[in-house]
């Protein structure tokens, strides 16, 4: 207590160093630099300290215990050069010196305590990397109360403004665009307590920053009161961050920054950028900046939702409504009076239409002996505009949010794609991944516990699906609308995605290996979409492109098909001259182009004529006579019974039985009467 | 009748519209606040033309506008009832359920009239409030408005439906002729060259527009009047918004509109079906060529695009437009600033107006690409079975729809490099900026339908008028467009020409790597996980 008192006395009183421009006064360019960096050092020890006593963070202790000690002792030592610094050439002994030596005996003192415990207590387990961090992050926290005075005092003026988009200008609006994505992208993945903890230091850092350039006697002049907008940030920040003041905070956040963006792309600063005012004023707006969005971006708070900003909005309004009063009562007594720019022209000259707007709307009184000069329409187009300024930052806030989350799904999942690959070499040791995964699955489907839930519904359209299906075999799946066979089909043959489970197609898993998976299969959609601008032919040759049949082969094969199907005449026609039953054919022939192991039909003989039904049928048998598996999924009993070598009736989602249609015929069961005892 | 009618309505516009995720109050704030924005935004200019431009924003002016919004209204719904109406693909779904086609026809022409109405809330609403407030409002304008904003909509369809028979009945000719197309196609570009030339050629060099300004603006104004005679119909129509209105006006405006609705009701209506069923039984034949190898996967998917666009006639046409409109207006716009003359600071000017101009128009064509994902439809699930790394077919639509757009491009440099004066250097760095930004907002357009696509929907319906991500990508491009303008303007200004060159052409390279970067980071990560 004793050494923030001593620090704050002294805050706010100013210096006989602050006139010195370029290294030319009563102080020779050493003497002015190590002042300077002794001032520097000590304002960001203050800051430091006291945080560290409230937090559990190892980095701030050791600031207390090995840093404050040492830059105290040195203030101590070169206490005369410190007091020149501060009064002037011959500085009489006084109060001030008294509360330097005091602030420093007690830094001392402090800073001895910590490091005594520390010796005592023989807390030096990695103290090499410890002193290394601690020192890094005292840098860090030294550019946060970066010496306003300093580049003044050593190089003067640079002839330069921080105005209309000069060199400085832009450097200045980089720097407060980079500073917080820097910053959240060192911090983003630590714990809780050190994204507090930087969040602390930060604010408290642009408070001290903020009073660097008052004095007593300028901050109890009416211009000199912090009720500026970007003004009330510095303490507003501090308040909302120290005791956790949500309301404070979004007020902050969707005004604060609003205005402080304003201010950085229209500084109202004409000194030199090296001077102590410029460098006040850009510390200041970049504090009032990013110090709230960095209490998002650090989620110590959360993401506002309209019921904050409308919060927001409500303490705005009472702001502004004080400002009004304020600014009309107190420039009675200061003519510099301007809150919130709503006194001055500074506004106008930047937007010449409002000057009407202002000059020739005023409501005057008299109260008390005071006049009271209320500009309302421009009081109310300011307001507005305002409101309209927050309600499209909060869309802007919005949107990027929306980018950033988006962007974090998108690493999720490329890393969740990484981490499927490098679980599939582990599986596969030495063998190449185009191998099968299950080399004893090459003639067969196997659905392994399969599930299937879409998007973020609890309810599972599909559930803990078992089968295996073998080559030669006529494989149907019957079910009643709505059952899952179609969901099961797309799962497999990889239309959508698999919930739980497995499924693999002649030993390659369709999840992991989906090309391979998909090689092995001919798929007929339960749709008949086809590219209907596209001829027959056209459409076939695009899919054997896609699946890598040589020439040669597929037009033997589309020549057979086409002969079987009676479809010659008409494969050099568009698609959507067709009828549903050529549809169909086209389909089959584009799925059997390249002689696929499994042939995955999805309810293939709706709404087909008996000719057409039949050669499908044929051709179904055939295929699996050749040593394939016809998978098939259909609701027509019939047609089950007589093509399929074995069947599974599914119901609600889950599998009911698998059968072999011998045994059904042998123990003379219908398989309508089976299927009804299901539904 | 009346109840199947309200079934069908309600359906389709339920189909339409989906559940909102936001609170219903958070979407109408949102709406109103965009209504201000845009009234605000169309009050300035107003104030603009106005107060600046010495073009007189009064009753005649309105007269004029609303004029033009409803041939511009009328043209644009003329063909998108001929896609909705005689084209959807839900016609077949809509006919076979137990309603009459009359039903059906008028079903959909109330769905498109309330498309329409709620469209006109963001376009006509803040034009009739700006010029009110420009004006003087009164009640009785406010009220009249509302009259109006149902009956402008009504008006445009029932014209659209009217018109869009002989419309259908002409294309269904041009398909069986297409030798007549292209005649008539060359007939008519023919003409407009012509006519462009001719016009451009009456521009006085050098244009000196202050001194001409006022004989310029008095001429347009005059235009105005001479065009309002002609008007009849539309002059009762706003009549209406203003004192003096009589009863005659609402009798003329509700006598237009009941002679369109007989018209339909006789007309278009008896015919609807006979001209939807011409369509869908109509095909043609290809002579066929065998393939002597396999086509790479790429390849294929090039090949599939081509042919798509080149028998989807709609689809077709849009190229075309984008393909002409481009070195058109390229050359129009820099005949008028080549006949001023400008000192180095009006050349960067120039420059960054060609920026502007030369990107909206990519932005326009662009927008098919940003139904790129939506327009397979149904046929999706070859894509998804296919054992190809069919993410690829992403990069196919994109270098057709970039090949289409870079030859725009190129042509418009080419018309440009006819009349400008400008630089040659100026000239080839414009070329590269528009390509860079082009194939960048390219990009952009096809991520919007990568992450939303819209697969069912026009799957059902067989148009991109539904698409949401259409109108995204029209908006970031036009945004996009703004922007560098701006940015050109600022830097041109600020850091003189090599300057302002360099700092646009690392913008562009920097903005073309960015987009580039994300969408493949994005086409990588979610075109498999695609479901529908």
């Known amino acids: 207590m004793i050494y923030l008192s001593c620090f704050l006395f002294g805050l706010f009183r100013s210096d006989a160093l602050d006139g010195i421009a370029g290294g030319v006064g009563f102080l020779s360019l050493p003497e002015l630099i190590f002042v300077n960096l002794l001032r520097w050092l000590s304002a960001t020890l203050v800051v430091a300290v006291p945080v560290g006593a409230f937090l559990k963070l190892d980095v701030l202790k050791n600031i207390t215990a090995f840093i404050l000690p040492v830059v105290c002792l040195l203030n101590i030592i070169f206490l005369n050069l410190q007091m020149t610094a501060r009064l002037g050439p011959d500085p009489a002994f006084g109060v001030r010196t008294v509360m330097v030596a005091l602030e420093n005996a007690a830094g001392l003192g402090l800073g001895g305590f910590c490091l005594f415990r520390k010796i005592r207590d023989r807390d030096f387990e990695r103290i090499g990397r410890r002193i290394g961090l601690m020192f890094g992050i005292f840098g860090l926290l030294m550019a946060a109360n970066f010496s306003q005075t300093l580049f003044y005092n050593v190089f003067g003026e640079i002839g330069a403004e921080t105005t209309d988009f000069s060199l400085v200008h832009r450097l200045a609006i980089y720097v407060s665009v980079l500073a917080p994505l820097l910053i959240t992208w060192f911090l983003k993945d630590k714990s809780y307590e050190i994204r507090y903890g930087a969040l602390l230091l930060l604010s408290v850092s642009a408070f001290v920053s903020y009073f660097y350039h008052y004095t007593f006697e300028s901050i109890i002049q009416p211009t000199g009161l912090p009720f500026h907008l970007c003004n009330t940030a510095m303490f507003l920040s501090a308040i909302a961050v120290i005791f956790k003041q949500k309301e404070v905070f979004y007020f902050t956040y969707m005004v604060n920054v609003v205005g402080a963006f304003c201010a950085i792309l229209l500084p109202n600063v004409t000194d030199d950028a090296f001077s102590l005012y410029s460098f006040h004023y850009w510390i200041n707006h970049w504090y009032a900046f990013f110090l709230p969005i960095l209490g998002v971006s650090l989620k110590i708070f959360e993401r506002p939702t309209f019921k904050l900003v409308r919060k927001g909005i409500v303490a705005f309004s009472v702001y502004f409504g004080l400002m009004i009063v304020l600014n009309a009562w107190l420039v009675n007594y200061d003519p510099g009076v301007d809150y919130f720019f709503l006194n001055s022209n500074f506004l106008v000259e930047k937007f010449t239409f409002a000057r009407s707007i202002k000059e020739d709307f005023i409501l005057t009184f008299t109260l008390n002996g005071l006049t009271f000069n209320i500009y309302w329409l421009y009081d109310i187009c300011f307001y507005a505009a305002y409101i309209l300024l927050i309600f499209l930052t909060w869309l802007v806030y919005s949107y990027l949010y929306k980018v950033a989350d988006h962007y974090k799904e998108v690493l999720v999942l490329e890393q969740a794609d990484r981490l499927q690959i490098r679980k599939l070499r582990a599986q596969m040791g030495d063998r190449p991944l185009d191998q099968p995964v299950n080399p004893e699955g090459v003639d067969m489907i196997r659905i392994n516990h399969f599930a299937k839930r879409y998007g973020r519904s609890d309810r599972y359209a599909v559930k803990d699906v078992t089968l295996e299906v073998h080559d030669g075999e006529v494989f149907g799946f019957i079910g009643h609308n709505g059952a899952g066979k179609s969901t099961t089909i797309k799962s497999l043959v990889g239309i959508q995605s698999i919930t739980e489970g497995s499924m693999e197609i002649c030993g390659y898993d369709i999840s992991r290996q989906p090309l391979e998976a998909k090689m092995q299969i001919g798929y007929v959609s339960d749709n008949h979409a086809v590219y209907e601008h596209l001829t027959g032919r056209e459409y076939i040759g695009y899919v054997a492109d896609l699946y890598r049949v040589p020439a040669e082969e597929r037009e033997a094969r589309i020549a057979k098909y086409a002969d079987m199907f009676k479809l010659t005449d008409a494969l050099d026609r568009e698609i959507r001259g067709y009828s549903h039953g050529m549809k169909q054919k086209v389909m089959v022939i584009a799925a059997l182009i390249h002689n696929p192991k499994v042939w995955v039909l999805d309810e293939p003989l709706t709404g087909l004529d008996p000719t057409s039904a039949f050669q499908i049928k044929e051709c179904m048998r055939e295929h699996a006579a050749n040593g394939n598996i016809v998978f098939f999924s259909s609701h027509v009993i019939e047609v089950v019974e007589k093509i399929c070598d074995r069947i599974a009736i599914i119901a609600k989602g889950e599998i009911k039985g698998v059968y072999r249609m011998e045994d059904l015929k042998k123990e003379q069961v219908s398989l309508e009467e089976l299927y009804m005892s299901f539904a | ?532």
């Open chain 2, 1 to 532: 009748m009346l109840e199947r009618i309200k079934i069908l309505i309600a359906m389709q516009l339920r189909d339409r519209h989906r559940r909102r995720k936001v609170h219903p109050l958070v979407f109408v704030l949102l709406r109103v606040l965009a209504v201000i924005c845009i009234t605000a935004g169309v009050w300035v200019v107003f104030f603009f033309f106005n107060n600046i431009m010495a073009l007189r924003v009064d009753r005649a002016f309105l007269l004029f506008l609303v004029g033009l919004i409803l041939l511009i209204s009328v043209i644009g719904n003329t063909n998108e009832l001929m896609k909705t109406l005689y084209l959807g693909k839900d016609n077949p779904i809509l006919f076979a359920l137990p309603a009459n086609h009359s039903e059906v026809f008028l079903a959909k022409l109330a769905v498109f009239c309330i498309d329409e109405f709620f469209k006109g809330l963001y376009t006509l609403l803040p034009i009739f409030l700006a010029f009110g407030l420009f004006a003087g409002l009164t009640v009785g304008y406010l009220l009249n408005l509302i009259l109006l904003l149902v009956l402008l909509p009504a008006l445009a369809v029932l014209l659209g439906a009217v018109l869009s028979m002989p419309a259908m009945m002409i294309r269904h000719l041009l398909k069986r002729l297409p030798w007549l197309t292209l005649i008539l196609g060359l007939i008519a570009g023919g003409f407009a060259v012509w006519g462009l030339i001719a016009l451009m050629a009456l521009v006085p060099v050098p244009l000196r527009l202050l001194a001409l300004y006022t004989t310029f603006m008095g001429k347009v104004n005059v235009f105005i009047s001479e065009v309002n005679q002609y008007l009849f119909g539309v002059r009762n129509l706003v009549n209406l918004l203003f004192a003096g209105r009589t009863v005659w006006d609402y009798l003329i405006v509700l006598g237009i509109l009941a002679v369109l609705s007989v018209l339909v009701y006789f007309l278009a209506m008896p015919f609807y079906f006979r001209i939807v069923a011409q369509y869908a039984e109509s095909t043609s034949s290809k002579r066929h060529r065998p393939d002597k190898k396999a086509r790479t996967v790429f390849g294929t998917f090039c090949l599939k695009e081509i042919r798509m666009i080149f028998r989807t006639p709609s689809v077709l046409g849009s190229y075309l437009y984008t393909l002409i409109s481009f070195p058109v207006l390229m050359y129009v716009v820099n005949t008028l600033f080549a006949a001023i003359n400008t000192d180095l600071q009006g050349d960067l000017l120039v420059i960054s107006f060609n920026v502007l101009i030369g990107l909206v128009l990519c932005a326009a064509g662009n927008s098919m690409c940003a139904n790129a994902v939506s327009s397979e439809g149904m046929e999706f699930w070859v894509l998804k079975t296919a054992p190809s790394r069919t993410y690829q077919i992403a990069w196919a639509k994109i270098l057709v729809n970039g090949v289409a757009s870079a030859l725009s491009v190129l042509l418009g440099f080419v018309t440009l490099s006819l009349v400008t004066d400008l630089s040659w250097t100026d000239r080839v760095f414009l070329l590269i900026t528009l390509l860079l930004f082009d194939f960048a907002h390219l990009l952009w357009s096809f991520q919007f339908d990568l992450l939303d696509p819209h697969i069912l929907d026009f799957a059902v319906r067989g148009t991109s008028a539904s698409n949401p991500n259409v109108g995204r990508s029209v908006g970031i491009g036009l945004l996009t467009a703004l922007i560098l303008c701006l940015f050109c303007v600022f830097f041109f200004l600020k850091e003189g020409w090599m300057g302002g060159w360099i700092r646009v052409l690392c913008v562009a390279v920097a903005f073309c790597a960015i987009r580039l970067v994300l969408f493949t980071a994005n086409l990588r990560v979610y075109f498999k996980r695609i479901e529908y």
